[in-house]
């Protein structure tokens, strides 16, 4: 189940292309498997700089986390187990990752137990222990009085105790079984430093505007919100880590400094000027200045990240409720290769489902993307009694075919998307119009009023980020995980409430055996083409570019992203 980027250097390639020209057409295809082997490093230290578009003001990732702080936390904390880039699990706090195999899983009359075992000697970056009282301390903040804002309690609700097991790990005890216990536990908390805090004045604490103690390769010296961060690196790190395949060492590299820009085109400009050894949170709409670029390394990979329409089954004014057909209309006439030879580029791969290939265990091979059929989107139509007027739009007793398609103001890849969307429906006489919203009005949590937790939206455009376990899509698809007064966490924003999904999601979570999830999933997946709740477009890639001089970087499809190791970055001369 693995799925990591073949790396290909625009600076030359076996083509004859010569040092700073660019391969044959500009830009390398995503990549193919590959284990992870970092190159080991011939100059440590020096400092690199990493160009970003999103900065953020705090890095709070359990209250109210902000999109552009991943790769700031993968600098600075550690979980007890992590994925690298070939998707493979490795343990990180602990010492493996815990299974039925070696013992660290094991069924119980309740449910189950999993033990991490803790790597002994670790230290935080103020040089007190790392211990199972940090694990323990964690769990508290997710799931305790301060109910971490803005943070799925997703897997974390089903651990009902948990305590410090025999030499230095942890156990925690679930009341069902819950194979996608290894996506828990991603960032570990240090006790000593937040343990004292009452819990109401925890999110509000100067922690989160800069973290003083952490665990990672990295301790951060200044942070200026909306600008840039410079991190030096933790001499604590490599403690407890001996014995590590890869990252156990203290970082490579002296500092790290991340710098914010006001466009992602502006990343690029620094990453051409060699302002910047390594361009982040670039988007397929970029590609194509990408592949102008002369002298720096690309890679492209297929990302755990599904680009989607959301139809709200709940909207009272959508016409598609109560009405399959017209959803299966729909389908069909979105125009997914004008995506692709569009705002596209012709890199990202079409998709038929939320699973990705990398995970061929849980993937059903044989579901095909859906073919773009105009002339099979109006048979329909007419088939389910929607007319065409004298202006091509369609109404039927009297009501117009007519709905609003919304997205994110912030990205210009989406409002591509959606002209292309919205030229494909009209053309089969269903009359969308876009009334898009800023991200922070989308994505607010329901007490904040936000359109998705809110269902105040008719068809939405975003991607979903998943982890590498087909699990979360009981989060995003089950019907009991529609937000409500009662579950207002719950992310099942199209309020999809099909029995067969339903059913599917609990039977691939009720098991550890992987043959009974495979099937639970293969038949997730031809109830989600049925269903239609969502409207899968296309896989997300996940961008790496960066100067020839910066070693091992490896973009990661997980959600961990591009920062996922930046412990064994170096800089050549």
Not at 209 to 220: H, Q, W
Not at 370 to 386: E, F, M, N, V
Not at 533 to 561: D, F
Request: charged share 20%.
């Amino acid at each position: 189940m693995a799925w990591v980027a073949l790396l290909l250097v625009v600076a030359g390639c076996t083509t004859g292309a010569g040092p700073g020209r660019p391969v044959a057409g500009g830009l390398p295809s995503p990549g193919t498997a590959a284990e992870y082997r970092p190159v080991r490093a011939a100059h440590p230290g020096g400092t690199a700089t990493v160009g970003t578009w999103l900065f953020p003001a705090r890095i709070s990732p359990f209250f109210a986390t902000e999109p552009g702080a991943v790769a700031l936390e993968q600098a600075l904390f550690n979980g007890l187990v992590a994925v690298d880039s070939s998707l493979a699990w490795y343990g990180d706090l602990a010492r493996e990752v815990p299974t039925t195999a070696n013992g660290g899983v094991r069924l119980t009359a309740a449910g189950m137990d999993v033990t991490y075992a803790l790597r002994s000697g670790l230290s935080w970056s103020d040089g007190l222990p790392l211990t199972a009282d940090d694990v323990l301390f964690t769990l508290q903040v997710i799931t305790g009085p301060a109910a971490a804002a803005g943070f799925s309690q997703e897997g974390y609700d089903r651990i009902t105790a948990a305590e410090a097991a025999p030499a230095g790990g942890v156990t925690f005890h679930f009341g069902s079984v819950y194979p996608a216990y290894l996506n828990l536990f991603s960032l570990v908390l240090p006790r000593h430093r937040l343990g004292l805090l009452a819990a109401g004045q925890l999110a509000a604490d100067s922690y989160w505007a800069k973290p003083d103690v952490v665990s990672g390769p990295f301790t951060l010296q200044e942070l200026v919100a909306g600008d840039h961060a410079i991190l030096v690196r933790n001499p604590a790190y490599a403690d407890g880590r001996s014995g590590m395949a890869f990252l156990g060492h203290a970082a490579h590299l002296d500092r790290l400094v991340f710098r914010g820009y006001d466009s992602r085109q502006a990343v690029l400009a620094a990453a051409k000027a060699g302002d910047v050894a390594t361009a982040f949170d670039l988007t397929e709409q970029e590609l194509a200045t990408v592949a102008g670029l002369r002298g720096l390394q690309v890679r492209l990979v297929p990302a755990l990240q599904y680009e989607q329409v959301s139809f709200n089954q709940a909207a009272p004014t959508a016409p598609w409720a109560g009405d399959p057909r017209l959803l299966e209309a729909l389908d069909l006439a979105a125009d997914r290769p004008g995506l692709v030879s569009g705002p596209l580029g012709g890199r990202s791969p079409l998709t038929a489902t939320p699973i990705d290939p990398a995970l061929p265990w849980a993937r059903d091979r044989a579901l095909e993307a859906p073919s773009y059929d105009l002339a099979g989107a109006r048979r329909l139509l007419d088939a389910d009694g929607w007319t065409a007027g004298s202006d091509g739009n369609r109404s039927r007793a009297g009501r117009r075919l007519q709905f609003t398609l919304s997205t994110t103001t912030d990205q210009r890849l989406r409002a591509s998307e959606e002209d292309v969307l919205v030229a494909g429906w009209r053309k089969a006489g269903a009359d969308a119009r876009i009334t898009n919203f800023t991200a922070a009005q989308m994505f607010a949590g329901y007490d904040a009023g936000g359109v998705l937790a809110r269902g105040r939206f008719e068809a939405a455009l975003w991607a979903w980020i998943t982890p590498p376990d087909p699990d979360s899509e009981f989060g995003v698809l089950h019907s009991s995980s529609i937000p409500a007064e009662a579950h207002k966490q719950g992310q099942n924003y199209s309020r999809c409430h099909d029995p067969a999904l339903d059913q599917a999601l609990a039977a691939g979570r009720a098991t550890l055996d992987p043959a009974r999830r495979s099937a639970a999933y293969r038949s997730f997946e031809a109830a989600y083409v049925k269903a239609r709740c969502e409207l899968p477009l296309y896989r997300r890639l996940a961008i790496g570019v960066s100067s020839p001089r910066l070693h091992n970087l490896s973009p990661n499809p997980a959600p961990v992203g591009n920062a996922w190791n930046v412990a064994d970055w170096w800089l050549e001369g």
